[in-house]
């Protein structure tokens, strides 16, 4: 089959740098919020960690043949519509691999000696997700005037619309199938083996493979408007796939999301997160750096009487420059000082928090010899807001705070625990989300008449800061009531909040991090197999098998994943 890269015209919005690239995978990177929605759904955790009951995966069997039928429909239109020689072809045999799929399931339900795609209706989600497909296949495309199909182009076009509807579900099952095939590692009797292995098969991996490139073929006359439109169907195929998992009745508990079942009458979430470079892009300190330099008179300007004295922006640039150097040095012969002591046989709390105390006693020096420095005199506190409300924050992060907030019935309370020199950048930065409904504990700048002194108020300076921040935040919490702590950071500064929580998850690739945790006997466990294995063992009576101080920390790929494992989709 003809790769899409060589055809694809310069007006494809969808192509990127990278070689190879078309709409497909694009559209896959787009959406991949959504991949994990899906992988994070009560029906596909059970699934996976072997414990789904098995009239769930009845009913869920009987739901996917009534899907695939339709499915083997949209093919078929696909063909018809299509005048290429060779994406007739290659749909031809999508169409069949399907075929074989359905066999497979009828398979299984003679198994059972039942019928049970007689016995059991569409439910809502599958009858939306298949009039979907249906509606698109044959031209019904919402924003798009129905087209007479007279020519071969607008022929192809529908063609590639079907594509587009249809692409996400092959993707994602793809995907589905090999996150999940590591579970079937060391199980002799994994109940749904059959399943999981099928969808990570090679020949089930080469058929959405051989989907992604005939949309892209498909899509390479279209323009950046008709691009636009698949993009749409590529969204709600992706999001119709997510309800098609959530409609699946469950008989068994599930152990998430963390929000569900919560009864704000008896239980409290608290969620915890560390600033810098948990929630943001860059680190706060070069975003004051930047406006201190941006902001600092000429060396030839002269100062208004009584402002603030300040050095010039050259004099700055250096002095910055000299601090983040001297910092990034000490900052590692710290960390290297800590790890020459005793390897942990187990996680040891007690040591660990004993030996923060230096890189606590560190930072608090450094914090002192950025304050008498003088960098920080003279910035304009109307100047850090519009740099907060400026920040990029990391993807997803936002979404997940404001959903947190407006979510009903949801006892929840956000603290942001930070060692950040200057507590408005911070609320600015989540005020411009629309977020104005979490607590901020960092340090705080000194003004005079809206200038900063160059004085810090240190509030949060040190790990040991920020787990007795913690700590006094819990005390204050309603006693009467179940509190499910969760915290999110990414440095050994977060070390200590991580481990108390009942649930402790790191973002980013912190070498450091990991290092101090793993001298002190703590255990990393990325955060998707770390559920499933909760769910393996879960009884089914609360959330109390998530307890801190366990020695576990939960990696996470990135906000999206945190939003699908706390509130879901």
């Not at 698949?230 to 008989?251: G, N, S, T, W």
């Not at 068994?252 to 929000?259: G, R, T, W």
């Not at 703590?522 to 366990?550: H, I």
Request: aromatic letters at 8%.
């Amino acid at each position: 089959m003809a790769s899409a890269k060589a055809k694809a015209p310069a007006v494809n919005k969808f192509a990127i740098e990278e070689e190879g690239v078309g709409i497909a995978r694009r559209c896959w990177i787009n959406f991949k919020k959504e991949s994990t929605f899906a992988l994070y759904t009560p029906f596909v955790v059970s699934l996976a960690s072997g414990t789904l009951n098995l009239d769930t995966f009845r009913h869920y069997i009987a739901q996917d043949v009534h899907f695939l039928k339709a499915f083997v429909q949209s093919y078929e239109a696909a063909e018809e519509c299509t005048d290429d020689d060779d994406a007739k072809v290659g749909i031809n045999e999508l169409r069949k691999n399907i075929s074989e799929e359905l066999k497979m399931h009828d398979a299984v339900l003679k198994e059972w000696g039942i019928d049970l795609v007689k016995e059991c209706t569409l439910n809502p989600a599958t009858a939306k997700y298949t009039d979907f497909l249906s509606a698109t296949a044959s031209g019904k495309v919402e924003g798009v005037k129905a087209a007479k199909l007279a020519t071969p182009f607008e022929r192809t076009k529908l063609a590639a619309y079907t594509l587009g509807a249809m692409t996400p579900c092959m993707r994602l099952y793809a995907y589905i199938g090999k996150e999940l095939q590591v579970f079937l590692e060391g199980e002799k009797t994994h109940p749904y083996k059959k399943w999981i292995d099928s969808y990570a098969s090679e020949d089930f991996q080469a058929s959405a493979l051989q989907t992604e490139d005939l949309l892209d073929k498909l899509s390479v006359s279209l323009t950046g408007e008709e691009l636009d439109i698949i993009e749409k169907l590529y969204h709600q195929a992706m999001k119709l796939e997510i309800q098609f998992f959530l409609a699946q009745p469950l008989v068994q508990k599930a152990i998430i999301p963390l929000s569900k079942d919560h009864n704000p009458d008896e239980h409290q979430l608290t969620i915890f997160s560390d600033f810098d470079l948990t929630c943001t892009v860059v680190d706060s300190s070069a975003i004051l750096a930047e406006i201190a330099i941006i902001t600092a008179p000429k060396s030839d300007q002269n100062r208004p009487e009584n402002q603030i004295a300040r050095m010039s922006s050259a004099e700055l640039r250096n002095t910055w420059g000299d601090l983040s150097k001297q910092y990034t040095e000490e900052y590692e012969l710290c960390i290297e000082k800590m790890l020459l002591t005793e390897k942990a046989e187990k996680f040891d709390y007690r040591r660990l928090r004993k030996t923060l105390e230096q890189l606590s006693d560190f930072e608090k020096r450094a914090n002192s010899r950025v304050v008498e420095s003088g960098v920080l005199k003279g910035l304009n506190l109307e100047d850090i807001k519009r740099a907060g409300q400026r920040l990029i924050l990391q993807d997803g992060c936002t979404n997940f705070f404001q959903s947190i907030i407006r979510k009903e019935n949801l006892n929840a309370d956000i603290h942001v625990l930070s060692y950040c020199w200057c507590g408005d950048l911070i609320r600015s930065s989540f005020s411009s989300g629309g977020i104005d409904g979490l607590d901020v504990h960092a340090n705080e700048f000194m003004f005079q008449e809206s200038l900063s002194t160059g004085e810090i108020v240190k509030k949060v300076e040190s790990p040991i800061d920020k787990v007795q921040a913690f700590s006094k935040i819990l005390m204050n919490c309603c006693k009467d009531k179940k509190n499910l702590m969760v915290y999110i950071g990414d440095s050994v500064g977060d070390l200590l909040c991580l481990l108390e929580a009942d649930v402790g998850i790191v973002l980013g690739s912190s070498s450091s991090l990991r290092r101090v945790g793993n001298h002190f006997g703590v255990s990393f466990v990325p955060l998707f197999p770390g559920v499933v294995q909760k769910q393996k063992m879960y009884a089914g009576v609360d959330s109390s098998s998530w307890k801190g101080l366990s020695g576990v920390l939960y990696t996470a790929s990135g906000w999206a994943e945190i939003h699908a494992f706390v509130l879901g989709s």
